[in-house]
């Protein structure tokens, strides 16, 4: 695993203290701690990337309504215990635990990881929103890796979940902003609607084989099938569709 480097000009807290701390950036793009927290700079601009559960989008989605197809996709009413495979920012493994279900996020770059361990701290600071990020339990490292060790010793998910990284259309200045800081940091995919690596491929075999139910892969409304295999089903919204897979037979 690649060292992690913090730039701080303060004492890092216990769950970042394993990182490397630097006093000026040596890289383009890098991490950043103060007493707001973690977040994600670039050298040159002026706004950060940090994971926020607490306002923006996510509470939003949080107070005025937010993730139903993402729900239905995975029948939330049925309480499945999921596995977001992808992790990233975070904000799908949050609006998951938003509907009472027990979350397992997985992310593999440590820069990330870092970010997300922030995040949920400062979320369990919360007294709106600490009950939802303790359903929230984080694993570092890769997805097709470690679900299966895990599923051997907890039990199988009934779900798991997949959001392959693709560029993000959006307009608005922010998304590109955050989304250009994100592919510096873990790399750019190189085309919105395909473009799936032997990663891809490895994480959807292992996502099948430990799901009790069934996979769920977020894709952009237009985009081609995961690994070009035909969903069961789908849920389509605006710009964004939801494929549900089934797990292979045992």
Known sequence: MNTLSIVSQIPLPDY???ANVLRQPETDVYLRYDERGLCLCKQGEKGVVQVDFASGAAQYRRTKGGGELIAKAVQHTARPVVWD???GLGRDSFVLASLNLAVHTFEQHPAVFALLQDGL???AQSPEIATIAAR???HQ???AELMPALAAQTGQPDVVY????YPERQKSAAVKKEMAYFHALIGQPENEFSAFSANDAALFQAARAVAQKRIVVKR???GEFLCGEKPAYQ???KSTRFDVYLPKAA
């Open 16 to 18: 970042l203290a394993h």
């Open 85 to 87: 495979a992808t992790g």
């Open 121 to 123: 701290h400062r979320a």
């Open 136 to 138: 929230i339990t984080l």
């Open 141 to 143: 490292g890769n997805a």
């Open 162 to 165: 997949l959001d392959p990284m």
């Open 220 to 222: 952009p409304r237009l």
């Open 235 to 237: 849920y389509e919204g």
